[in-house]
């Protein structure tokens, strides 16, 4: 009898059930970001929250990481509640302006480890293999400033991942780069998931960035107020990722029909 | 090392043109007793170097701006870094720093003196009342402007709230601490000549004084030249440390 319910609490790396997150303005009224949200996230898949702009997702993200507490509701990861951030979930930000640029990219990489006390040449030692694993070998005496977007982006996520967290949370990490970066750091990305078999939670607002990258996609209804609309399991081998592929068609037309509403509504409201 | 050199013969050819102006004008559009051209105040500068009198009297005057100067910042980092952190300290504060920062040092000279006497401390005291509030409210406005991304990295990353002071808030601050403390080098010189003017025993402004009541212009002169390399050397080095620090990404000068 118990063992579904067992099974559930083994799979789900992060549950938030019956969740609301009520912001309070500057003139005293409120806004309801989300409302009721319910979301399982399983350990090691892929998983993109896809929603038009002012859904909400980035407040789902930033409950999870522990910036923002839920207004009600439950927020777990492993059955553990969370109250605040910590390093088992690390955070990759849409915006550069995360990293620190009065350090070397080494510097950026191992700055939590250094917080955490590792020693030094264990700290190094991994700094310098996600350095190699993002693909910026040799280039870890190098400041922020002298980096591209790209490899901004790329220090971003070596720092988490040097972290090892439970979980990546990435809040439109590549929405900021020119076209060709951004397909680039897109197969990048698909390539250490598949190294590192971490859990990514994935917010994005581009249907086609989500079907590349997810094996499932949570779309949410337009704000304010947002649920989750539905979710789409993306069974696509690598090479059937491409845009011009048959099946990234299919799905990408699933997730569009079920999108395109809520764009027609955001649109309305913020009209 | 080439683009040093290049900016190295930019300071060159522009101090030279700046002597040759003071020259033209001096010499042949002036030509009065009253403006020496800068050949006579060099030969003064030599003779009073050489006796003594300006090594004493420029090391009087540093010595003051640097003791003043040392002691505001340290006065003032902590403050602004506090005021900039908890609302409830810039509530206590903002009383203090907004009113007094609207009286000139210039004006508390007089005060100063009644205070601290003719001597050492009423100079050391006007730096520090120059210096301070500056230093406070830059810092502050550092502290203001991190980007609470930032912050937030380095909670996700596993980092305290003291670490995150430490590693992250004070050293994103840090190029408006320089630049505070560079207006309040600025400050530092206007204060620590008007108050040598009115009352000191020693010092590049008492010089200043002293050349006045028997009209020696030239001595006047070695003292303007003086105080010019000087505030330009000290702003260099600031302009170096902040370069040397923050240069490599948000430069706020």
């Known amino acids: 009898m118990s063992l579904p319910v067992a099974r559930s609490v083994v799979l789900a790396l992060v549950r938030l059930s019956g969740v609301s997150k009520t912001f309070r303005s500057l003139q005293g009224s409120d806004y309801v970001a989300v409302r009721d949200f319910a979301l399982n996230i399983e350990a090691g898949e892929f998983f993109c929250l896809l929603g038009t702009s002012g859904c909400g997702k980035t407040t789902v993200l930033n409950m999870i990481a522990g910036f923002e507490l839920a207004t009600s509701g439950s927020v777990e990861i492993a059955g553990r509640p969370i109250r605040s951030p910590g390093a088992d979930r690390g955070v990759v930000f849409q915006s550069d302006d995360s990293l620190y640029p009065w350090l070397s990219a080494l510097g950026n990489v191992e700055f939590g480890l250094r917080m955490r006390g590792l020693p030094r040449a264990e700290r190094l030692d991994r700094a310098h293999r996600y350095l190699d694993l993002v693909g910026l070998s040799g280039q870890g005496h190098k400041h922020p400033a002298e980096l591209s977007g790209g490899m901004k982006q790329r220090i971003q996520i070596a720092r988490v991942l040097a972290n090892e967290p439970q979980i990546l949370l990435m809040d439109e990490p590549f929405a900021a780069l020119d076209a060709h970066t951004r397909a680039a750091m897109q197969r990048e990305l698909m390539k250490i998931w598949r190294t590192t078999g971490k859990t990514v939670l994935f917010i994005t607002h581009d249907i086609e960035e989500a079907v590349i990258l997810a094996t499932r996609i949570g779309i949410m209804h337009a704000g304010p107020a947002a649920r989750l609309k539905g979710i789409i399991d993306v069974t696509l081998s690598d090479s059937e990722r491409e845009r011009t592929d048959d099946r990234f068609i299919a799905v990408y037309r699933r997730v569009h029909a079920m999108i395109r509403d809520e764009v027609a509504i955001a649109m309305q409201r913020t009209q | 090392m080439k683009r040093s050199l290049a900016r190295l013969g930019g300071y060159l050819i522009g101090f030279a043109s700046l002597f040759a102006l003071w020259h033209v004008a001096s010499v042949y559009l002036l030509n009065s007793v009253l403006f020496p051209p800068p050949g006579r105040v060099i030969a003064k500068a030599i003779e009073l170097a050489q006796d003594g009198t300006l090594w004493e009297n420029a090391r009087v005057s540093l010595e003051r701006?640097?003791?003043?100067?040392?002691?505001?910042?340290?006065?003032?980092?902590?403050?602004?870094?506090?005021?900039?952190?908890?609302?409830?300290?810039?509530?206590?504060?903002?009383?203090?720093?907004?009113?007094?920062?609207?009286?000139?040092?210039?004006?508390?000279?007089?005060?100063?003196?009644?205070?601290?006497?003719?001597?050492?401390?009423?100079?050391?005291?006007?730096?520090?009342y120059t210096t301070v509030f500056i230093v406070i409210i830059s810092t502050a406005a550092g502290v203001s402007a991190v980007t609470p991304?930032?912050?937030?990295?380095?909670?996700?990353?596993?980092?305290?709230?003291?670490?995150?002071?430490?590693?992250?808030?004070?050293?994103?601050?840090?190029?408006?601490?320089?630049?505070?403390?560079?207006?309040?080098?600025?400050?530092?010189?206007?204060?620590?000549?008007?108050?040598?003017?009115?009352?000191?025993n020693a010092g590049l402004g008492k010089m200043i004084w002293d050349a006045r009541l028997y009209m020696l212009v030239d001595q006047i002169f070695v003292a303007l030249l003086v105080l010019g390399l000087l505030g330009f050397t000290a702003d260099r080095l600031f302009r170096w440390g902040i370069y040397a620090f923050a240069g490599r990404y948000s430069p706020v000068t």
């Open chain 2, 149 to 200: 991304n930032k912050i937030r990295a380095a909670r996700s990353l596993g980092a305290s709230r003291a670490q995150v002071f430490c590693y992250v808030a004070f050293p994103a601050t840090v190029p408006y601490i320089l630049t505070g403390m560079r207006l309040a080098m600025g400050n530092s010189f206007v204060t620590i000549i008007a108050a040598e003017l009115v009352a000191a």
């Open chain 2, 65 to 128: 701006i640097g003791l003043g100067f040392l002691f505001g910042s340290l006065i003032g980092i902590p403050l602004g870094l506090a005021i900039g952190s908890f609302a409830i300290v810039r509530r206590l504060l903002e009383p203090y720093t907004e009113f007094l920062r609207f009286i000139p040092a210039t004006a508390m000279i007089t005060v100063a003196v009644i205070w601290f006497g003719i001597g050492e401390g009423s100079k050391i005291f006007l730096i520090i």
